[in-house]
């Protein structure tokens, strides 16, 4: 709850019968049965089964009654005002028979009294109401016990095994709960509204008992807070559902915990022993994610997907936290990030998230680059001959395996059993391909990345090649036919046969090649 609990001040004047006192000698608790209507009889008519505190002289009480004569006429009910009873025990302020009949009952406990007249109004009596030397029969329910010396009560029934975090003073956080009086009567829940209460602990938001009960609490624990009204809402009650001098009982459950001065939190699960090169703010990143609440709630997922997530980094396209959390990460990298809500979505929350969450994103990086980067070349073998080298319109035949960054195999010339042909320059592979394959002598092996900008850019081929994916080819060159120096071209002077490529095609395999040209 979070209207503040106002100051306890002592009860006011009492207005029921039952405040009226009669000297008198007190008699001895009899026990169970009728007995003699000179004495106190008092008859348990139910007990509780779990009795953790009984009334004391000097306690505080909050309790139902139907007072009645022997004969069972009724002269005075606290149902009937739809009010307890509410009154110190043992300080005067009750009739001498009830200061007794009171002691050590149970919250929940039902006891019926009998009260001679010398411990009740004895031979005055009360006018119009009570005749004189009165048997009184009282049949009380008690609702609510407490002391002036209480303090909060905690009752932790469930804690997780990792506690790495606590509550404490100017921290915010959610929690659902479930408000009941001591005799377990709700008067409310979070959890009927779907809503966590949100709020700042220790600086005055809430009631001081529970500002008190939840120091301490972890991520993921169930505590129990027991609160005395001088703590809560005291004599006056909230107004509403809470009424004076009530003792509350939260069952909280923790959900998500933060500080205002909190940055993110990198937690490294995963680093390739080989990190050639970590992300730098204007790079951009392919990467898998589970997102979750503090709590373990999940909210989202790129694999749910079956798409990484795609973006720019340190350049606003993601939440504060995630730009600042993704940078410095390396390829194959995975890593867990804890992002605070005023660098996630706020006290507004978005979709399924709800206003003020810590959000946790356990990432894997898939690959990434920057606009600015052309291929990488990286030369594994060369043939001690290696003078002659592939140009523009050269015709080569070569083998390849095709990956993604992560290794994930995307195609194999190898694997169909066949060279791959292409004529240098002609725009019959991707730029970035056409750029690796120059240079390079029969027999080379080479490794060649290509940034998407220079493969399949943010389309991607649609099945095969994701979009915005650096591609990474092992090749192996096996033939080079050299093709016309730059500038020059063929002209045909004579009658063109209509078999003419039939004629060309000496072998017959539906292609011509540069020497059956020549011929």
């Given at each position: 709850?979070?209207?503040?609990?106002?100051?306890?001040?002592?009860?006011?004047?009492?207005?029921?019968?039952?405040?009226?006192w009669?000297?008198?000698?007190?008699?001895?608790?009899?026990?169970?049965?009728?007995?003699?209507?000179?004495?106190?009889?008092?008859?348990?008519?139910?007990?509780?089964?779990?009795?953790?505190?009984?009334?004391?002289?000097?306690?505080?009480?909050?309790?139902h009654?139907?007072?009645?004569?022997?004969?069972?006429?009724?002269?005075?009910?606290?149902?009937?005002?739809?009010?307890?009873?509410?009154?110190?025990?043992?300080?005067?302020?009750?009739?001498?028979?009830?200061?007794?009949?009171?002691?050590?009952?149970c919250?929940?406990?039902?006891r019926?009294?009998?009260?001679?007249?010398?411990?009740?109004?004895?031979?005055?009596?009360?006018?119009?109401?009570?005749?004189p030397?009165?048997?009184?029969?009282?049949?009380?329910?008690?609702?609510?016990?407490?002391?002036?010396?209480?303090?909060?009560?905690?009752?932790?029934?469930?804690?997780?095994?990792?506690?790495?975090?606590?509550?404490?003073?100017?921290?915010?956080?959610?929690?659902?709960?479930?408000?009941?009086?001591?005799?377990?009567?709700?008067?409310?829940?979070?959890?009927?509204?779907?809503?966590?209460?949100?709020?700042?602990?220790?600086?005055?938001?809430?009631?001081?008992?529970?500002?008190?009960?939840?120091?301490?609490?972890?991520?993921?624990?169930?505590?129990?807070?027991?609160?005395?009204?001088?703590?809560?809402?005291?004599?006056?009650?909230?107004?509403?559902?809470i009424?004076?001098?009530?003792?509350?009982?939260?069952?909280?459950?923790?959900?998500?915990?933060h500080?205002?001065?909190?940055?993110?939190?990198?937690?490294?699960?995963?680093?390739?022993?080989?990190?050639?090169?970590?992300?730098?703010?204007?790079?951009?990143?392919?990467?898998?994610y589970?997102?979750?609440?503090?709590?373990?709630?999940?909210?989202?997922?790129?694999?749910?997907?079956?798409?990484?997530?795609?973006?720019?980094?340190g350049?606003?396209?993601?939440?504060?936290?995630?730009?600042?959390?993704?940078?410095?990460?390396?390829?194959?990298?995975?890593?867990?990030?804890?992002?605070p809500?005023?660098?996630?979505?706020?006290?507004?929350?978005?979709?399924?998230?709800?206003?003020?969450?810590?959000?946790?994103?356990?990432?894997h990086?898939?690959?990434?680059?920057?606009?600015s980067?052309?291929?990488?070349i990286?030369?594994?073998?060369?043939?001690?001959?290696?003078?002659?080298?592939s140009?523009?319109?050269?015709?080569?035949?070569?083998?390849?395996?095709?990956?993604?960054?992560?290794?994930?195999?995307?195609?194999?010339?190898?694997?169909?059993?066949?060279?791959?042909?292409?004529?240098?320059?002609?725009?019959?592979?991707?730029?970035?391909?056409?750029?690796?394959?120059?240079?390079?002598?029969?027999?080379?092996?080479?490794?060649?990345?290509?940034?998407?900008?220079?493969?399949?850019?943010?389309?991607?081929?649609d099945?095969?090649?994701?979009?915005?994916?650096?591609?990474?080819?092992?090749?192996?060159?096996?033939?080079?036919?050299?093709?016309?120096?730059?500038?020059?071209?063929?002209?045909?002077?004579?009658?063109?046969?209509?078999?003419?490529?039939?004629?060309?095609?000496?072998?017959?395999?539906?292609?011509?090649?540069l020497?059956?040209?020549?011929?």
């Open positions: 709850m979070a209207v503040r609990a106002r100051s306890w001040r002592p009860p006011p004047p009492p207005l029921l019968l039952l405040l009226l009669v000297t008198g000698q007190a008699a001895p608790v009899a026990g169970l049965g009728l007995g003699s209507d000179t004495e106190l009889q008092i008859e348990r008519r139910f007990v509780p089964d779990e009795c953790p505190r009984t009334v004391h002289s000097g306690d505080f009480v909050r309790y009654y139907v007072g009645t004569f022997p004969d069972g006429q009724k002269f005075d009910s606290s149902y009937d005002r739809d009010s307890t009873f509410n009154v110190f025990v043992g300080k005067g302020q009750l009739i001498a028979g009830m200061d007794q009949a009171l002691v050590g009952m919250v929940n406990e039902r019926f009294v009998k009260i001679p007249p010398k411990l009740a109004y004895g031979s005055e009596g009360v006018s119009g109401v009570i005749p030397n009165s048997v009184l029969h009282f049949d009380v329910l008690l609702m609510d016990i407490w002391n002036s010396e209480d303090q909060v009560q905690v009752h932790t029934y469930f804690k997780p095994p990792s506690c790495s975090r606590t509550i404490q003073v100017s921290d915010f956080v959610r929690y659902h709960y479930n408000g009941t009086f001591l005799d377990g009567t709700l008067f409310d829940s979070s959890h009927n509204r779907m809503k966590t209460y949100d709020t700042y602990v220790g600086i005055g938001w809430l009631i001081p008992g529970m500002d008190k009960g939840l120091l301490g609490m972890c991520v993921g624990e169930k505590r129990i807070i027991t609160i005395p009204p001088f703590l809560a809402y005291g004599e006056d009650g909230d107004g509403k559902d009424p004076g001098q009530a003792s509350l009982v939260f069952d909280v459950a923790l959900l998500d915990l500080n205002p001065k909190d940055g993110i939190s990198i937690e490294n699960k995963v680093v390739p022993e080989n990190c050639e090169r970590r992300s730098q703010s204007g790079d951009f990143l392919r990467y898998h589970n997102g979750t609440l503090l709590d373990g709630t999940f909210f989202d997922s790129s694999y749910s997907r079956n798409r990484t997530f795609d973006t720019y980094i350049q606003g396209y993601v939440i504060a936290g995630m730009d600042e959390g993704l940078l410095g990460v390396c390829i194959g990298e995975k890593r867990r990030i804890v992002v809500p005023h660098l996630a979505y706020g006290e507004e929350g978005r979709g399924n998230i709800p206003g003020s969450a810590v959000l946790v994103f356990d990432i990086v898939i690959d990434f680059h920057n606009p980067d052309s291929i990488s990286t030369s594994h073998y060369k043939p001690p001959d290696c003078s002659v080298l140009k523009k319109g050269d015709y080569l035949k070569y083998h390849y395996n095709a990956s993604l960054l992560d290794g994930t195999l995307l195609d194999s010339t190898w694997n169909l059993g066949k060279t791959y042909n292409i004529v240098l320059g002609s725009g019959q592979v991707v730029l970035g391909m056409d750029m690796g394959l120059r240079e390079m002598c029969v027999g080379e092996k080479r490794t060649v990345i290509i940034p998407p900008h220079l493969g399949y850019g943010e389309a991607g081929v099945g095969e090649v994701p979009g915005s994916a650096v591609l990474v080819f092992d090749i192996e060159l096996l033939e080079l036919v050299a093709g016309l120096p730059e500038g020059y071209m063929f002209v045909w002077n004579g009658e063109v046969s209509a078999n003419l490529f039939e004629e060309i095609d000496k072998d017959g395999d539906g292609e011509v090649l020497e059956e040209f020549y011929c």
